[in-house]
């Protein structure tokens, strides 16, 4: 059974909505992409256009780097927020983050 962050994100992907969650103690705001599982485990795609993280502070608008394939687990504090959803027009491959798609962001 998906878990209470899991249906947040869910959501927030069929209403077209973004969110900001804290990950590995960093405050970030995202775009999700695909939610669903990887070998048994909540699995999402996102692209972090605001907030921090590790190896970024600033997040250039259309930058490959800007994604973030993520445990649903490990994401704390999750609430959705309005605003223009992200995306990087850049793909030089087939997403991997995610196997078994619940649903996915169209653009």
Not at 14 to 39: E, W
Not at 102 to 107: I, R, S
Request: net charge neutral; glycine share 4%.
């Amino acid at each position: 059974m998906n878990g209470a962050t899991y249906q947040i994100i869910r959501e927030a992907i069929r209403k077209r909505q973004n969110i900001s969650a804290t990950y590995k103690d960093y405050f970030r705001v995202m775009t999700p992409h695909v939610l669903g599982h990887k070998d048994g485990q909540e699995k999402c795609l996102l692209y972090q256009f605001d907030g921090q993280s590790s190896s970024a502070t600033t997040f250039p608008e259309n930058s490959p780097q800007n994604w973030r394939c993520v445990f649903v687990d490990e994401l704390r504090n999750v609430v959705v927020v309005c605003g223009i959803l992200h995306t990087c027009d850049q793909h030089t491959k087939r997403q991997t983050c995610v196997d078994d798609v619940d649903v996915e962001l169209q653009f």
